[in-house]
């Protein structure tokens, strides 16, 4: 199975200022089709998950464009470019290349 | 609006059985494809099962292959999850979540909360 690896695991930020999560899977994700399965997803509290990046860098609609995606092969970043405060929640990666799909552990990003 | 509405989590006593469903609205049920996903208490996400919008693919996790069944009816807009032999570790809330590839779970419904105690 493909470990996908998040860090950190915590991270706390102050408003208007930048954060980034690091995703690391233990395989290329790169598909035979040539395209590159890996979704972000924010999960509020209390809320179900959302899917606000996928296939690396395109991002959902309603996303704000604060939000970002990048990397290739096996690693994989988010970046919010000024956090606010409706950002608070926990991030997540996920592979959608290969069987069977998996998680990263989860990033909780927090205010200062 | 695109909508999922989970069903059918509750009590249940470990080895007892339970049917999960998600009722589908605001698409086309029968060209998506769908997974389950599932959360434990203060947990992460992990991706229980999948199946193609024929339901002629499928997919499991390893820890549910042999107890979980996943279907569904097009024709009831429905997605199923029929879990057997339930552990204690199988607590968790539920979330039925559309598509795949580039679609891959863009849209999730509000979940269902399975406790396996007794």
């Known amino acids: 199975d493909v470990v996908m690896t998040q860090s950190p695991l915590s991270l706390p930020v102050t408003l208007g200022q930048p954060a980034s999560i690091s995703c690391r899977s233990s395989?290329?994700?790169?598909?035979?089709?040539?395209?590159?399965?890996l979704n972000w997803f924010q999960q509020r509290p209390g809320q179900s998950p959302r899917r606000l990046i996928y296939?690396?860098?395109n991002r959902d609609s309603g996303v704000p464009d604060r939000f970002s995606g990048s990397g290739s092969g096996t690693d994989f970043t988010l970046k919010i470019s000024r956090v606010e405060a409706e950002d608070v929640g926990v991030y997540y990666c996920m592979q959608g290349t290969h069987w069977p799909l998996t998680f990263g552990g989860g990033t909780k990003v927090e205010i200062k | 609006e695109v909508q999922l509405v989970e069903s059918g989590g509750g009590l249940v006593q470990p080895g007892g059985s339970l049917r999960l469903s998600c009722a589908a609205s605001?698409?086309?049920?029968?060209?998506?494809?769908m997974n389950w996903v599932r959360q434990a208490p203060g947990k992460g996400l992990e991706w229980v099962s999948y199946i193609s919008s024929s339901g002629s693919t499928i997919y499991y996790a390893d820890s549910v292959k042999g107890r979980f069944t996943i279907s569904r009816d097009n024709a009831k807009n429905s997605l199923y999850l029929q879990m057997n032999s339930l552990r204690a570790e199988d607590t968790a809330v539920y979330y039925c979540a559309r598509g795949a590839w580039e679609l891959l779970c863009d849209y999730w419904g509000q979940g269902t909360l399975v406790t396996v105690s007794s």
């Open positions: 296939k690396v860098s």
């Open positions: 395989q290329s994700l790169v598909h035979s089709d040539g395209n590159t399965y």
């Open positions: 605001g698409f086309t049920f029968s060209s998506y494809e």
